[in-house]
């Protein structure tokens, strides 16, 4: 995990470094990619990634990671998916959640399609996921398989949904930061395979997060009502603004694989007659009223 860590600090550090070597007068709103990185910039990268061993080593690792993914979506599309934590069961696809003392209290609504699962508790708790390979797919209940920091090498057991601190939030930053790598490597390779497993990833986010309403909080736990309502520490869908990072990575996910995403939209969109942009640019200006997604902010250009 540190030695991914550490590759993954390169791969970020090497495509600032890319962007740096053209001056930027203004941010162009008509193209993709452009938060990290330009087209015209792709060359100066491609560069760097041959003549600097460092950045090589970056590269390759993660490519070496995100393949056996992709090779896997390929035959295997529901594997990575299903592994989102999300509403996943018929008639208790929440569109509001409401909290108590800090913490999920109930959920209300039914969407057409699974959204995205609200963490369990604010606070920490003792355990970290077991691998992605051993988590339960299309997890209804919201347990959660964990490993005890405290003596890692005993059998993993199942924590309540309601006692699962961040395990939630960090298996969807997990798989969207792979969404993230896959996307980076569509844009360097041109190979779809990381493409497909990327947008497969962030479409299902989306219309999961288009669903979702901000939470609430009545009693005023977190120090305001939630919704839209300023005050308190409450963000848009998660108990802090500070946590509330998700959809930080889908925008990288959006940025690099913009062209793509509109060719290959989710089925449910099309039901809607929405397109890729249409949508992504609704989720992205609601969570825009924290000021915590200046980032998506650049990459949406509202």
């Known amino acids: 995990m540190r030695r991914h860590l550490f ?35 792709k060359q100066a990268l491609l560069a760097k990634i ?8 970056a590269f390759e690792s993660i490519r070496k990671r995100i393949k056996e993914y992709a090779e896997r979506h390929e ?4 594997w990575i998916v299903s592994r989102l934590a999300m509403y996943w069961k018929e008639g208790e696809r929440y569109t509001q959640c409401y909290l108590r003392n800090q913490n999920w209290d109930r959920g209300e609504g039914n969407a057409p399609v699974p959204t995205v699962r609200l963490p369990g508790i604010r606070t920490w708790n003792k355990y970290y996921n077991v691998s992605l ?6 997890n209804e209940s919201g347990d959660m398989w964990g490993i005890d920091r405290t003596d890692p090498s005993a059998s993993p057991v199942l924590v309540p949904y309601k006692e699962s601190g961040h395990m939630i939030r960090g298996n969807n930053v997990e798989i969207l930061t792979l969404a993230e790598e896959s996307a980076f490597l569509y844009w360097v390779t041109g190979e779809e395979k990381y493409a497909r497993f ?27 009502s939630g919704g839209w309502e300023p005050g308190g520490i409450c963000g848009y869908y998660d108990y802090e603004q500070i946590h509330d990072d998700l959809a930080m990575h889908a925008a990288v996910v959006y940025d690099f694989l913009f062209d793509y995403l509109q060719e290959y939209r989710h089925p449910h969109l099309k039901e809607l007659g929405k397109n890729t942009k249409e949508a992504a640019e609704e989720v992205f ?7 915590w997604y200046g980032v998506v902010k650049q990459v949406t250009g509202m």
């Open 7 to 41: 590759y993954l600090i390169g791969f970020y550090v090497m495509v600032a470094l890319a962007g740096c070597t053209t001056t930027r007068e203004k941010i162009n709103y008509d193209s993709h990619p452009r938060l990290y990185v330009t087209d015209g910039e």
């Open 50 to 57: 041959e003549q600097q061993e460092w950045a090589g080593e």
């Open 75 to 78: 035959g295997d599309p529901a």
């Open 133 to 138: 390979e051993e988590r339960t797919p299309y």
């Open 198 to 224: 990327a947008a497969d990833i962030f479409n299902t986010w989306l219309v999961g997060t288009w669903y979702m309403n901000p939470i609430l909080d009545p009693e005023r736990s977190t120090g305001g």
């Open 285 to 291: 200006n609601v969570l825009l009223t924290w000021e």
